[in-house]
């Protein structure tokens, strides 16, 4: 497709369970960033990669959260042993490039709501 | 870190009046300022955005203008429609030699009345 893809789309989990969110940027995009979006705030950020390389993690809140990029296009963001607080929806964005001088629009997901009982 | 301060929370206008949403960055090396805007159950569109070296931007009925000086940028949104109901968020980024990660303001939630 021509956007950013993520699966699944809704996700309940019983709280201590792991848990594995899939984005698929859009083709030809080196960038990949997600987010967290608690209800009713802006999306925070967590971590990004340039192609397979994670070069930014300060956000994951805990070593619970765990992503990859092994091929430098698909991207999965795992959560182990999950928690109440764990509950929002995760956003998945792409863009061509970003460089010391420049930024390049970030595209977004339809994110994965998950929740945690 | 950047901060950023997005006002209003709600704003509510009637079919074919402007709405405003303003927003103030605390990081004077932010030098992009993206605006998305959100329906329900999908993610941010992006919509427009301004860079520090350009003081004002127009597409159609959405404009965008930035102040540097007093850190402060605003969506301003003409002849709005219905379809413009939805939760408006700005963000801003810095350059760094690896990511540039957007910080996001609260939202907006932007009601269009006929």
């Known amino acids: 497709g021509a956007g950013v893809s993520q699966s699944p789309r809704y996700k309940v989990a019983k709280r201590g369970q792991d848990v594995a969110l899939r984005c698929d940027p859009i083709s030809g995009h080196v960038s990949l960033f997600w987010y967290q979006q608690a209800l009713g705030q802006g999306p925070e950020f967590l971590t990004y990669?340039?192609?397979?390389?994670?070069?930014?993690k300060s956000g994951l809140p805990s070593d619970r959260f765990f992503a990859e990029r092994p091929e430098g296009s698909v991207s999965t963001l795992k959560i182990q042993r999950t928690q109440q607080e764990d509950s929002a929806v995760y956003l998945c964005a792409s863009s061509l490039r970003t460089g010391a001088y420049s930024n390049q629009p970030q595209h977004f997901g339809d994110g994965t709501r998950l929740s945690i009982l | 870190g950047e901060n950023v301060e997005q006002h209003p929370s709600t704003l509510s206008v009637q079919e074919g009046d402007s709405a405003v949403i303003k927003c103030t960055y605390s990081?004077?090396?932010?030098?992009?300022f993206p605006w998305y805007k959100q329906e329900l159950g999908k993610g941010p569109q992006l919509i427009i955005d301004?860079?520090?070296?350009?003081g004002e931007k127009k597409d159609q009925r959405i404009a965008v203008t930035l102040n540097k000086t007093a850190k402060h940028f605003s969506l301003h949104i003409t002849e709005t429609q219905p379809e413009d109901s939805a939760v408006y968020f700005c963000a801003a980024s810095k350059p760094t030699g690896t990511a540039s990660k957007l910080t996001f303001g609260t939202g907006t939630r932007l009601q269009v009345t006929l």
């Open positions: 990081d004077s090396a932010s030098n992009y």
């Open positions: 990669f340039q192609n397979e390389a994670q070069l930014d």
């Open positions: 301004i860079r520090s070296n350009v």
